[in-house]
């Protein structure tokens, strides 16, 4: 005789209505399955996605978010804010290989306990359904190329801007920065120099140091500089960017940890400069003015992971993330990764465990990838420094892809909301509409 797999289930229940509706369906008598355990918290806003992903690392099969219904909040707008981040983190679970059916977002009133105890057995049965967490049947993940070289992964959909740039820019940015530096514009250039094996950071304060200044030939693999611009507090720089720097640049600048005055943008022209951001955006740009393209780059290999069975895109990323070393070259890399304490290091709480091994490693990336949300602008730079190849580019094309779907859409164009387009747009968590993703669970 089989034994009925019973699933253990989180709830996180909003105080003032959720948990209320659940009080109210254990005093109505009402039944449910008893494999939920609850948390009360003050709000669905109160629950970070991280706690979800940590549940189902610890091996819960299931988590269910439960808040008031929109426009009942008693913080007023709390479960707006719920709302959007765990549609971006629902998808982002979805594309790491988690069924689709073991976290469900929903609305309970005070009043519905009733409305209470259906939810928990739809979402029980479901679970149920799927089996434990972590599950595998033979031939999962069978054809995923989870063994391609750096090259290969590399190469698979992530846009490499301005490949060729032109020579005489590296002249024409080396007069600049001089002219800067005798002026007293600037107190240093930020650019690139070349090193025994590739172009290398050089912060340039006087004009024999800006002699050294290059454009790089290869701009889809240099460093993104905007990751060393917090660090030259007190110092007014030019920065040399790509478009996808500039862009970071913007975020850093509405997130408050920039000025823009405190630097200066050196844009590149033409074919090198190829992006969305127009001559304008800059303060300076080398030759032509930047061709104009797209925020959104085609991405072939995200559009065909979409396309594939969960249980793949779950085999395909835990042999990525199983090679991890933990040495957080991504983190480093970033410029949006400035926290003075990053929450895998964090002892008070620990959220994360220093072992090397695959679900803290695939926790990490995971949680990195949602932070990035709304915020990263494509650079790939994580991907460059990742010493295993771990295609990390793919998490963040998946999520900018979801933030433009979900929020942000100019119906004349057609368009989502793209990261660092200019300093003065919002960020999408920190704002909403009313009436958007309305109509059912996130």
């Given amino acids: ?46 629950v970070d996605p991280l706690f979800v992903l940590r549940a189902l690392r610890d091996g819960v099969d299931g988590v269910l978010v439960l808040g008031c219904h929109p426009g009942d909040c008693h913080y007023s707008d709390g479960n707006y804010h719920a709302r959007r981040r765990f549609a971006i983190m629902h998808e982002l679970l979805t594309f790491v290989g988690y069924e689709r059916e073991r976290v469900r977002v929903d609305w309970v009133s005070a009043s519905e306990g009733a409305r209470f105890a259906r939810v928990v057995n739809e979402f029980t049965e479901n679970v149920r359904a799927l089996g434990p967490v972590g599950r595998r049947q033979p031939g999962d993940g069978a054809g995923a190329p989870v063994e391609g070289s750096r090259w290969q992964v590399a190469g698979s959909g992530s846009k490499v801007e301005g490949s060729g740039a032109e020579p005489e820019q590296t002249q024409k940015l080396r007069e600049l920065a001089a002219r800067l ?35 790089p030939s290869d701009l889809g693999g240099s460093l993104n500089l905007a990751t060393y611009v917090r660090q030259l507090k007190g110092k007014k720089a030019a920065i040399v960017v ?29 074919q090198a ?50 090679k991890c070393e933990r040495c957080y070259a991504c983190r480093q890399a970033c410029p949006m990764c400035y926290c003075a304490e990053c929450m895998s290091e964090q002892l008070s709480p620990a959220w994360q465990s220093i072992a090397i091994e695959a679900p803290e490693q695939a926790f990490f990336h995971v949680m990195r990838a949602f932070h990035m949300a709304g915020r990263c602008t494509g650079c790939n730079a994580c991907s460059n420094a990742c010493p295993e190849g771990i295609p990390l580019y793919l998490l963040n094309q998946k999520v900018a892809r ?16 793209q990261a660092g387009l200019s300093a003065d747009a919002a960020l999408p968590f920190t704002v909403f509409t009313k009436d958007e993703l309305a109509g059912g669970h996130a």
């Fill in 181 to 215: 530096l005798a002026e007293g514009q600037v107190d240093m250039v930020l650019g690139w120099e070349q090193g025994s094996l590739r172009e290398r950071p050089l912060f340039a304060s006087t004009a024999a140091q800006a002699a050294r200044l290059v454009v």
């Fill in 273 to 322: 400069g190829a992006g969305p951001l127009p001559a304008s955006a800059y303060d300076f740009v080398l030759g032509e003015p930047p061709v104009l393209s797209d925020a959104a780059a085609p991405a072939p290999l995200l559009d065909e992971m979409e396309g594939w069975p969960v249980a793949q895109r779950k085999a395909f990323w835990d042999a990525q993330f199983d």
């Fill in 242 to 270: 790509k478009p996808a720097d500039a862009r970071a640049v913007n975020v850093l600048i509405k997130e408050g940890q920039l000025g823009r005055e405190d630097v200066v943008l050196i844009g590149l022209g033409g």
């Fill in 1 to 46: 005789m089989t034994e009925t797999f019973e699933p253990r289930i989180v709830g996180f229940l909003c105080n003032w209505c959720s948990y209320a509706g659940a009080d109210l369906a254990g005093t109505s008598r009402l039944s449910y399955p008893p494999n939920i355990r609850i948390v009360r918290v003050p709000c669905s806003g109160r």
């Fill in 402 to 417: 979801e933030m433009a779907r979900f929020f942000g859409r100019d119906g004349a164009k057609g368009t989502g909301y």
